[in-house]
């Protein structure tokens, strides 16, 4: 009996022992992050004066007093770019009750006696890629309102037969 005496007094002093000691505690956790991102996107807006462009009966004589302002306005970091396309492949002003056209001259346009061409502080602005006019006005930052003055300048020889010769120019400002 003496055993059991003590056994149960081990068993006694384990179970308050337990009572009076404290036990650790060990909490679970776990972690993850969340990317928190803000995309502004860049916009950009194009406003044009001088949408008509049609001189009065123009006779074998050369024009430079019809312009359009472009205004450009983004919140590109980068800048825009401006350019035209014009609606005929070349960018003839074309008749197309007559099947007659005035070439697009460009860069030549002093040295031409008949043709058309768009400029930009006084330089003659080329075709390139087909239809497209490039580089009319650009910026390497954000602009608001940056205002750039197209002209619009023709020449005809004195055996231009006579009619209505146009085509479209269709602006685009784009953010680079």
Do not use: C, H, Q
Not at 27 to 38: G, R
Not at 92 to 103: E, F, N, Q, R
């Amino acid at each position: 009996m003496k055993t059991n005496k003590m056994f149960i007094g081990l068993g006694a002093a384990a179970v308050l022992g337990a009572a009076i000691v404290p036990m650790a505690s060990y909490a679970a956790s776990d972690s993850k992050n969340v990317n928190v991102a803000l995309r502004v996107g860049s916009t950009i807006s194009l406003s044009l004066t001088g949408t008509e462009i049609s001189p009065s009966i123009f006779n074998s004589s050369s024009s430079t007093d019809l312009t359009t302002v472009a205004s450009v306005t983004t919140n590109s970091v980068t800048g825009y770019s401006l350019a035209a396309s014009t609606s005929s492949a070349d960018g003839a002003l074309v008749d197309s009750g007559i099947s007659k056209s005035i070439s697009y001259v460009g860069s030549s346009f002093a040295s031409e006696d008949e043709g058309w061409a768009l400029s930009v502080g006084g330089t003659y602005k080329d075709i390139t890629d087909g239809n497209k006019i490039n580089g009319l006005a650009s910026s390497s930052t954000s602009v608001d309102g940056d205002s750039t003055t197209i002209g619009y300048n023709f020449k005809t020889a004195g055996d231009t037969v006579s009619g209505e010769y146009s085509t479209t120019l269709t602006y685009t400002a784009t953010t680079n």
